[in-house]
């Protein structure tokens, strides 16, 4: 069943499956859009996909999946209620591999001295210090281990 239904002091936009035993309702209300004196176009798209798009005057009211929005069939999954976090569960994301070693090659220096840098020709130790080649990221840098 589909459409405007106005029943007394209750409006509201219907949208009901049935199963070929039991109706089965949206279980949020789509917004009713009949309290004026004009008639509405009102358009259902069922899509391959178990989704679903309802307009009124071509404008969209709802547009979701049958499973999210209508308790139809049974759940994905059913909660066991005897089920229980076992003890020694980690609830952290992620978690060091003790078995886990240091590459070789890992790099430990986030800068590095940047070979391209020269001297400048008017710099004077005496007075500037010892030159030092200007610091820059390296490339082969992987972050801390």
Sequence with gaps: MFGPDKCGFNRRTHL?????????????DLPYKQDDTVSHVYRLTLRPNDTVKVEVD?????????????????PAEIDDPEDSKPEDWVDSPMMDDPEDKK????????KIPDE????PEDWDEEEDGEWERPMIDNPDYKGPW
Excluded: C
Excluded at 16 to 28: A, E, S, V
Excluded at 58 to 74: A, H, P, R
Excluded at 103 to 110: Q, S, T, Y
């Design 16 to 28: 009901i499956f049935n199963n070929g035993k039991d109706n089965i309702l949206k279980t949020d």
């Design 58 to 74: 071509g404008e969209e009211i709802f547009d979701g999946s049958i499973e999210e929005n209508w308790k139809y069939g049974e």
């Design 103 to 110: 590459p070789e090659d890992w790099v430990e220096e986030a």
């Design 116 to 119: 391209k840098a020269t001297q």
